[in-house]
């Protein structure tokens, strides 16, 4: 059975992950969320993944 989010569950959600540390996918992983779902790019969540450091 689908589990169905509120916007407000969503961005808790958010919020947790870019707290987490994890790449999208790990933390989709690790909270049974099915990587891929266009919540990740949605601007009316304010979303975008932070970028990563890059190492020279």
Same mark, same amino acid.
């Given at each position: 059975? #689908? #589990? $169905?989010? +509120?916007?407000? @569950? &969503? @961005? +808790?959600?958010?919020?947790? $992950? =870019?707290? /987490? %540390? !994890? ?5 989709? @992983?690790? $909270?049974?969320?099915? *990587? %891929? !779902?266009?919540? &990740? /790019? =949605?601007?009316?969540? %304010? *979303? /975008?993944?932070?970028?990563?450091? #890059? /190492? *020279?």
């Amino acid at each position: 059975m #689908k #589990k $169905h989010r +509120t916007p407000e @569950q &969503w @961005q +808790t959600l958010i919020n947790q $992950h =870019r707290n /987490s %540390g !994890l790449s999208i996918k790990q933390f989709c @992983q690790q $909270h049974n969320i099915v *990587y %891929g !779902l266009n919540v &990740w /790019s =949605r601007d009316s969540f %304010g *979303y /975008s993944q932070p970028a990563k450091a #890059k /190492s *020279y």
